[in-house]
């Protein structure tokens, strides 16, 4: 592999009942990485594990060879888009994106360059002055893309970004991302739940079931079978359909 970008080893959280346990994964430089898993299978806690939100863990998790808890917040350079986008319902369009560049203090026209350059990338120039609110689910997307990506982070971090999207609009948002991977070089990992959706965004697939990261497969090689029971079930219905296409 080339240089990781993202480095986790042995790495475990427990919350509540739930436990993350014992993943190992390196993601490298530029690759788009996709989780898939069922609902509750702990996609979620494994991004924000990544993105260094739990203090309390075991194993480690390092960003470009330094573990992530020791950088702090607001230089980790990693942006995130949650799964209900989380954008500031007070705030137009324009101030969403121009957050993080504003807690920083960055200079007014600079804020101004940067939101003109990604409004021309993510087609968003026409609803810089609208709020989330009167917004439709694609602009919605587009908006905590530019918001995650103003800052130029070495690595995007998605969960499950896609899925309140109707179809035509999740084909379209497939090609923004495969742009906005061109134009900015970041590394991309991302949450889903939807087999299609990893196979056709990510070089690889890791396959995760309850709490730990059971297989990672190449996304061409995503449905063999092999030894393991719970990952056939998981790909189950799926591979009887991949084998008959
Ligand atoms: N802070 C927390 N405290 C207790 N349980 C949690 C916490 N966060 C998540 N969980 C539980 O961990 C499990 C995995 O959650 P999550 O990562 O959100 O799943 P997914 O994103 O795959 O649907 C769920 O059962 C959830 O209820
Ligand atoms: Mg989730």
């Excluded at 965004?201 to 059971?214: C, P, Q, T, Y």
């Amino acid at each position: 592999m080339v240089n990781a970008m993202v480095e986790i080893n042995n790495y475990s959280v427990q919350l509540g009942k739930f436990k993350l346990n014992q993943i190992n994964l390196n993601i490298g430089e530029k690759e788009i990485f996709a989780v898939l898993g069922r609902t509750g299978s702990g996609k979620t806690v494994l991004l924000e594990s990544v993105a260094g939100f739990y203090r309390k863990f075991s194993g480690k998790v390092m960003i470009q060879g330094i573990p992530v808890i020791d950088v702090p917040l607001e230089k980790r350079n990693i942006g995130f888009v949650y799964q209900d986008f989380g954008l500031f319902p007070h705030m137009t369009v324009f101030d969403n994106i121009t957050y993080g560049l504003k807690i920083r203090k960055i200079d007014k026209g600079v804020q101004k360059e940067r939101v003109d350059k990604m409004a021309e990338i993510l087609s968003i120039g026409h609803i810089l002055k609208q709020y989330p609110g009167t917004l439709s689910g694609g602009e919605r997307q587009r908006t905590a893309l530019a918001r995650a990506l103003i800052l130029n982070p070495q690595l995007l971090l998605m969960d499950e970004p896609f899925s309140s999207l109707d179809p035509a609009t999740k084909e379209n948002m497939y090609d923004q991302i495969n742009k906005i991977h061109d134009i900015f070089g970041c590394t991309i990992l991302f949450v889903t739940h939807d087999f299609n959706e990893a196979q056709r965004m990510a070089n690889r697939i890791g396959i995760m079931v309850n709490g730990e990261l059971k297989a990672i497969r190449k996304s061409t090689d995503l449905f063999e079978r092999c030894q393991d029971e719970e990952i056939n079930q998981f790909l189950g219905s799926n591979y009887e359909r991949s084998v008959h296409e």
